[in-house]
C-alpha cells in the first residue's frame, strides 16, 4: 500500500504545481478508500475540474452522491467565482462613495492569485469546522492546499482591520481580509485543523524532474514553517523501466533516475510513493483504480489513432518575429514549462540571423549564461538574480512605505511582500531598463509579470497616469512603459505552456490576465510536446494521442499564432541542443 493511505486521518490535502496530476491522485485516492468501505466526501477547487466528466456525474456547489462509487460523496468550488462574488461583496458597497480611480485600484488588488485562494479557502472552511459534516465521513479528500503566504496571512492579528478606509489605493494582496472578519473565529479553527497532524495530511504532489522537485522543496518548508508539519511526497507519473521500447522513452527514464537521485535535501526526509505513467489520462474510473493499484488492469498501451498534424516550428515563427529588426519579446508561463530554455533558443535564432540581441533571464543556474557568453556572435546575456532583487525591493519598501507602522501594521506589510506579486514587480523593475533598450535592437526575456502585477505597478507608481495627465492636450508625443508594453509593433509576449489539460488552462487564464491590462499575446509556444517528438514506443504515442485535443484547442480557442516545440532526448543546455528546440522534427 502506498503510504501516503496509511494511518489516514480526516482530513487529506493534495498540493503542487498545474499538471502534476494532483486532482487525478485525489479523485484516486477517494475512490481507493469509498472502495474499502470509507465514507468519503472529495472536494475540489481545480478549476479545470473533470471530477463530473471522469464519473459521469453533474457535480456543482452542493455536496452530491456519486452513484457508480457507494460511499463516496463530492463538492466542486470554483475558485474563479468565489473570487468574483467576494470581490463584489468586498467592492459593491463602496461604489459611488470613493473616486473611480480608487475603486478601479481596489478591484485589482482582488484580481490576483492571492484573492483566488483565499476566496476558495473561505469556501472550504465551513468541512474544516462544521462539526455535523465531519461526523458523516470517514475522510475528506481536498485537491488543493493553501499556499504557506495564505496561512501567515490568516495568522496576522492586523490582516483582519479595514482595509479600505486605511489603504484605498495602495497596491496590496491583503484586501479579501476587510470582508472576511465575521469568518475570523471559524478561519482561526481551521487554520489549527491544518497544523494538526492528528487530524491533517499534506501530500506534495510532484514530477520527476529537476526543476519541479525544487519548487516542491521549497512548498514543503514554507508549509512546514507555518506549522502544516504531516508531510508525505508522491512523484507522479514516472516512466516504467519495463516501457523502454525505443530511444526518447529511454531518455525520459534516465533523465528521471537523474533526477531522482538528487532529490532536494528537505524531500529525502518525507516518505515517498511512486505513480507510473500511464498510458491515458485519468479519466474514468478504471483508470482512476489504476493508479494507485499496480495489480489493477488496465487497458495495454497501444498505438491508436495516432496521426501527425500540421506542426508549426519555433523556426517559423521566429522567421516573423525578426522582420522589424528589433523589439522586445518576452516569455510568459507557469513555472516548468520551458520558459528559460525557449528565450535562450528564440535569442541564438535571432542573433545568428544577424541581429543584435540582449538575453536577460532569471535562469537561477548558472549554467546558461555560461554556456552562452562569448560563444555567439551579437549575443549578449545580462541575469538576474531574483532573490537578491526581491530583497532589495522589499528593503526599499520596508524603509519607505514601513517606516512609521506600528508593529501590527510592520509585519502586515512583510506579508504582504512575501505575496508571488512580489517578485514579479522585484524582478520587472530590474529588467525596465532593458524594455527601452528594444528601440534600437532585440531584447528577450525570459520572465515576466502577469497583467495582474502589470496593473499593480502602473496603479502604485501612477506613472503611466501621472504622464497622460500632464502631456493631455499638449501636441507632445511621449511613451510610457506599459504604453510600449501594449504595442505589438514595440512588443511580442509569447505564452509558453504545455499539451496538457491545466497547463493549458493556466495559459488561456493568463492570456485573459493580459487583455485586462490592454496586452494582447501575439503567439503560444506548446514545449515538450510528445506529438512533435513522433515517438515509437507504445506508451508515449498513445499519450502523444491525448495531447492532439489540447492543440487542437489552442488553435481553436485561444492562439492566433501557435509553434510547437518537441520534447527533448537530451536536457536542452548548450547552444547545440538549445538550436534543436527550433525545428519541429
Given amino acids: 500500500m502506498m503510504n501516503f493511505l496509511q494511518q489516514l486521518p480526516k482530513f487529506l490535502f493534495f498540493t503542487g504545481k498545474g499538471g502534476v496530476g494532483k486532482t487525478s491522485l485525489s479523485c484516486a485516492t477517494a475512490v481507493h478508500l469509498a472502495d474499502a468501505g470509507k465514507k468519503v466526501l472529495l472536494v475540489s ?13 453533474a457535480i456543482g456547489h452542493r455536496i452530491a452522491p456519486i452513484s457508480e462509487v457507494g460511499n ?26 470613493l473616486p473611480e480611480s480608487a475603486v478601479n485600484s481596489i478591484e485589482e488588488q482582488l484580481s490576483g492569485a492571492c484573492t483566488t485562494e483565499i476566496a476558495a479557502f473561505d469556501e472550504f472552511t465551513a468541512l474544516l469546522t462544521d462539526a455535523e459534516l465531519i461526523k458523516r465521513y470517514d475522510h475528506i479528500v481536498f485537491d488543493t492546499a493553501p499556499t504557506g503566504h495564505t496561512i501567515r496571512l490568516l495568522q496576522l492579528p492586523g490582516a483582519w482591520g479595514n482595509f479600505i478606509e486605511s489603504n484605498p489605493e495602495g497596491a496590496s494582496c491583503l484586501g479579501p481580509l476587510a470582508g472576511l472578519e465575521k469568518q475570523q473565529q471559524r478561519y482561526q479553527q481551521a487554520v489549527a485543523a491544518l497544523s494538526d497532524p492528528s487530524r491533517t495530511r499534506l501530500v506534495l504532489v510532484a514530477r520527476a524532474q529537476s526543476s519541479t522537485l525544487q519548487e516542491v522543496a521549497r512548498t514543503s518548508g514554507e508549509l512546514a514553517d507555518t506549522g502544516l508539519s504531516n508531510q508525505y511526497l508522491v512523484i507522479n507519473g514516472c516512466m516504467p523501466e519495463s516501457e523502454i521500447s525505443d530511444p526518447l522513452a529511454e531518455a525520459i527514464f534516465q533523465r528521471e533516475s537523474r533526477a531522482l537521485k538528487s532529490l532536494p535535501e528537505p524531500l529525502r526526509e518525507l516518505k515517498t510513493d511512486y505513480t507510473r505513467l500511464l498510458p491515458c489520462n485519468l479519466v474514468g474510473l478504471n483508470a482512476l483504480r489504476s493508479l494507485l493499484n499496480e ?4 487497458a495495454e498501451a497501444t498505438d491508436g489513432n495516432y496521426q501527425l498534424p500540421d506542426l508549426p516550428s519555433l523556426q517559423a515563427m521566429i522567421d516573423e518575429m525578426a522582420q522589424p529588426g528589433h523589439g522586445l519579446i518576452m516569455l510568459m508561463g507557469k513555472g516548468g514549462v520551458g520558459k528559460t530554455t525557449l528565450s535562450a533558443a528564440i535569442a541564438i535564432a535571432l542573433a545568428e540571423r544577424g541581429y543584435r540581441v540582449l538575453l536577460t533571464t532569471t535562469d537561477p543556474a548558472a549554467h546558461l549564461t555560461e554556456t552562452l557568453a562569448g560563444e555567439i556572435d551579437n549575443l549578449t546575456v545580462s541575469r538576474i538574480d531574483p532573490q537578491a532583487e526581491t530583497e532589495r525591493y522589499r528593503q526599499h519598501i520596508l524603509e519607505t512605505k514601513g517606516k512609521k507602522l506600528d508593529t501590527q501594521g510592520r509585519a502586515l506589510l512583510e506579508e504582504d511582500l512575501r505575496s508571488p506579486c512580489t517578485e514579479e514587480i522585484a524582478v520587472f523593475q530590474a529588467f525596465s531598463g532593458a524594455i527601452r533598450e528594444a528601440s534600437a535592437h532585440f531584447v ?27 502631456m493631455e492636450g499638449k501636441s507632445l508625443q511621449f511613451t510610457t512603459p506599459m504604453m510600449r508594453l501594449q504595442d505589438p509593433e514595440q512588443t511580442k509576449v509569447l505564452i509558453a505552456t504545455l499539451a496538457e489539460t491545466t497547463p493549458v488552462l493556466e495559459a488561456a487564464n493568463l492570456q485573459e490576465d493580459l487583455r485586462r491590462a ?31 485535443q489540447q492543440l487542437a484547442l489552442i488553435r481553436q480557442d485561444h492562439a492566433e499564432r501557435l509553434a510547437i516545440v518537441p520534447v527533448q532526448m537530451r536536457e536542452p543546455v548548450g547552444v547545440e541542443r538549445l538550436r534543436a528546440l527550433l525545428s519541429s522534427k
Fill in 72 to 97: 463516496l460523496e463530492a463538492l466542486e468550488i470554483d475558485p474563479v467565482q468565489a473570487a468574483a462574488l467576494y470581490r463584489e461583496r468586498i467592492v459593491g458597497p463602496i461604489r459611488g462613495k
Fill in 295 to 298: 495489480g489493477h488492469q488496465t
Fill in 518 to 548: 490592454g496586452i494582447e499575446p501575439w503567439a503560444w509556444i506548446v514545449n515538450s510536446s510528445l506529438v512533435a517528438a513522433r515517438p515509437t514506443s507504445a506508451l508515449l504515442r498513445q499519450r502523444a494521442n491525448e495531447e492532439q
Fill in 444 to 470: 528577450v526575456m525570459d520572465t515576466a509579470p502577469t497583467g495582474h502585477t502589470l496593473l499593480l505597478l502602473d496603479a502604485t507608481g501612477s506613472y503611466h497616469r501621472e504622464i497622460a495627465r500632464h
Fill in 45 to 57: 477547487t481545480d478549476p479545470a475540474s473533470n471530477v463530473g466528466q471522469v464519473f459521469g456525474t
